[in-house]
């Protein structure tokens, strides 16, 4: 980390669908991917396949017999041994190999939120299995790690340690010290966003596995109870985390992410009354952001409660219905901010000039591919509304707009744009060979287990010039600065590093647009 077509309800089941509607709806279609289909034609299939296998090359722990990422083996089986708890398991989130949870948290939540909005579009393209193997890789770590109601081991290993050595996880030498979160050291960011990914990821599970559902759910409700109740920033009582994985935003985006997230797995009405009880003083209606990342949860809650709004239930009362619509201007304050439609240039993203949501230049895609998620989600939200566009002070946007934006940001990481380089890892013709990645850029230990030692790596492997001997295949860099230029360099962390909660948004994104394309192509035939 160095650092659906929407099917048009009609009550007349006899009658079909107008021919009318239909045509408009596929010539629609048409046009948002005529630009690519008369350019470059991205295979989402294929991005699909591969962003999923990203996170097998993640893996810590003992590897499955059905590993498919072949140049990784068993790592970090020690892991929590010296405090006498089994920690074996989860995610290095980067390339590095600290198990930093509130980014391996969040990253399970948008794989899961992925799986909850386009699971059907996923198994489609034959890839279901693999995506809920990579929720539950996760959650079978956060389970381990959360030993009591109110304790939560946060990280294993530090930064400061880990990064002084170059070496592959298999040979780790670091410290693996564990670091937990407790009643006397709070981390209410921690076990919020802890929380959301266990009952996202219980949604998930509810049919395939009820039991597993249930058992997360449980831990989901514990850890909420535990962060609301003891509150504090994580960073603050687990110093090594500060200057890896800084809470700025604080814990009450986590804490209301949380509680909307158990309202959606349980349906139970204290958990909705939190959301809006808390709105106005977490600022949950009060803060209009322009991003949206593991640290800053802002938009994707107003997200969320904007989906709440579809729902016609007899306990929606008033004040819900209310405090609900003012989160969905926040929300629309954000999908305006995306398209480059509120007033004034703060109030909007930066882009680069070829078009790419730009924030800042320390792994800038993480923006992206979470921006794309939600403008995507709010795309298909604006059509279960019936809502024709999105009122924004530049101009209305239609739910068409919407969709061609999420693609065009994605169409920008597949290689449509000035360099022609694909930065999803392995996809295309041309994408970055050195990346930023300890086991990826030495001699695989499948191949050679000769111990590499923890300078030896930067000795033999860090500078050299030649591409990585093993291929991060589906890693999402960093990706191009402000001018869209771009240098594969391994030593280029900030572009050439990817994280896990990079790919996760685009697992969702890849399964609608694959299934919006071959829906065009078999309606030309």
Not at 95 to 117: N, R
Not at 196 to 206: D, G, I, L, N, P
Not at 246 to 275: C, F, H, M, P
Not at 445 to 463: L, M, S, V
Request: aromatic share 12%; net charge neutral; with cysteine.
């Amino acid at each position: 980390m160095e650092k659906m077509i929407m099917k048009k309800k009609n009550n007349n089941k006899k009658l079909p669908l107008s021919i009318s509607h239909h045509c408009c709806f596929l010539l629609s279609l048409f046009s948002i991917f005529t630009f690519s289909r008369s350019t470059t034609v991205h295979n989402y299939t294929d991005a699909l396949t591969k962003s999923l296998l990203y996170f097998e090359a993640q893996r810590s722990g003992r590897l499955p017999y059905n590993q498919r990422v072949t140049w990784r083996d068993h790592s970090g089986l020690t892991d929590g041994l010296e405090q006498g708890v089994d920690l074996v398991g989860g995610y290095y989130d980067a390339g590095d190999h600290v198990k930093f949870g509130l980014p391996m948290a969040f990253t399970v939540t948008m794989l899961s939120w992925s799986i909850i909005e386009y699971g059907e579009h996923i198994a489609g393209a034959g890839e279901l299995e693999h995506a809920v193997e990579a929720i539950k890789w996760g959650t079978d770590y956060f389970i381990k790690a959360h030993t009591s109601p109110n304790v939560l081991w946060a990280e294993v290993g530090d930064g400061y340690t880990d990064h002084y050595c170059w070496q592959r996880p298999e040979d780790m030498t670091t410290s693996r010290q564990a670091y937990k979160i407790d009643e006397k050291n709070p981390g209410s960011d921690l076990a919020g966003e802890t929380a959301a990914a266990m009952a996202a990821a219980s949604m998930v599970f509810k049919k395939s596995n009820p039991h597993y559902s249930h058992l997360l759910l449980h831990h989901a409700q514990q850890l909420f109870e535990f962060g609301d109740k003891y509150r504090g920033k994580y960073d603050e009582n687990i110093g090594v985390a500060k200057n890896y994985y800084t809470s700025v935003s604080g814990y009450n985006d986590e804490l209301l992410w949380a509680a909307i997230w158990l309202y959606k797995a349980t349906d139970n009405q204290r958990y909705l009354n939190y959301v809006i009880d808390n709105g106005d003083s977490f600022g949950g209606i009060g803060w209009s952001i322009t991003e949206f990342s593991w640290d800053v949860k802002f938009a994707g809650i107003q997200v969320l409660a904007s989906q709440l709004l579809t729902k016609e239930k007899h306990h929606m009362n008033l004040k819900h219905k209310e405090m609900l619509e003012k989160y969905q201007s926040k929300a629309e304050y954000y999908i305006c901010a995306c398209l480059n439609k509120n007033n004034g240039t703060k109030h909007n993203v930066g882009f680069t000039p070829g078009g790419l949501i730009y924030i800042r230049q320390w792994n800038n895609m993480q923006y992206v591919s979470s921006g794309a998620f939600l403008v995507l989600v709010y795309s298909d939200l604006l059509r279960k509304l019936n809502r024709k566009e999105l009122k924004c002070h530049g101009g209305e946007v239609t739910s068409q707009e919407l969709l061609q934006f999420s693609k065009s940001q994605v169409d920008y990481i597949l290689g449509s744009n000035p360099l022609n380089m694909s930065y999803l890892v392995g996809f295309g013709p041309k994408f970055p060979t050195r990346v930023h990645h300890r086991g990826a850029s030495i001699v695989s230990y499948r191949e050679n287990k000769g111990f590499i030692g923890c300078t030896q790596g930067y000795d033999n492997w860090y500078g050299s010039r030649d591409p990585n001997p093993n291929t991060v295949v589906g890693a999402l860099v960093g990706g191009p600065n402000h001018n869209d230029e771009f240098n594969d360099k391994r030593g280029n962390y900030m572009q050439t590093e990817a994280c896990t909660y990079n790919t996760a948004p685009l697992v969702g994104i890849f399964a609608k647009l694959n299934y919006l394309e071959n829906t065009v192509l078999h309606a030309s035939y």
